[in-house]
């Protein structure tokens, strides 16, 4: 039973930013993933299983879907707590 939902909802740029850097990073070390997976520049810049194109394709759809459900009568008793900058990031885990 959750009483509080927390949720980054940074700006489109910066999530951009961050999964290409992450992805990027995986490539070049070539880091194993989960059941030793890998990431390749191929998958991730040239096909549709691109985390990359994922994000492109889903982030405003699923903006509006997360803050909907935060509106949603059957969810009144959870608080949610959506976080738009690395500010309020830091500030809310400072209170934590």
Known sequence: ???M????????HIVLYRVLR????????????????KETLWRHLFTRNSMIWWVI????KNRKRYSGVSKKSEYSEIQFVRLRSRKEVKQFLSKV
């Open 1 to 3: 039973r959750a009483q």
């Open 5 to 12: 939902v927390v949720y980054l909802d940074l700006p489109l």
């Open 22 to 37: 992450r992805t990027l990073l995986y490539i070049f070390k070539g880091q194993l993933l989960w059941a030793g997976n």
């Open 57 to 60: 394709k889903t982030f405003h």
